[in-house]
């Protein structure tokens, strides 16, 4: 994990949203996901109860399904459909996704605070 100027950083962001907005995935009527916040104390509460076999948390980029949506999974709900969105998952050393002490996977966190 490296650091980078603000400036390049910046300039990532901005061609990002070019790059949205050529694709005509950035609309008047449907916007998109061009951040997603997630509260520091929460995250890293998070982190701290993950079991000890996370070697590394992976962030993948995502779309909200349209069909078979789990409208009862709350605070998501079926007008988010569509969205862009990041997952934030915990993985081990050999790649796999990393297990909780009962053997399971840990759950991948996503619920942040979307801008806009």
Known sequence: ??????NVARASI??????????????P???????????RKELQEWIQSLNKTT????????????????IDHPPIGQNDSGRFTAILWP??????????DDGD???PVN??????
Do not use: C, H, Q, W
Request: proline letters at 8%; glycine letters at 8%.
């Open 111 to 116: 619920i942040g605070e979307l801008t806009p």
């Open 29 to 39: 009527e449907k916007g998109f996901t061009k951040s997603i916040g997630f509260p």
């Open 1 to 6: 994990m490296e650091k980078i100027k603000t």
């Open 14 to 27: 901005k061609k990002y949203e070019e790059r949205m907005r050529a694709l005509g995935v950035d609309t």
């Open 91 to 100: 993985y081990n050393a050999d790649e796999e996704p990393a297990k909780n």
């Open 105 to 107: 996977e840990e759950l």
């Open 55 to 70: 070697t590394e948390i992976k962030i993948y980029f995502g779309i909200y399904p349209e069909e078979n949506f789990p």
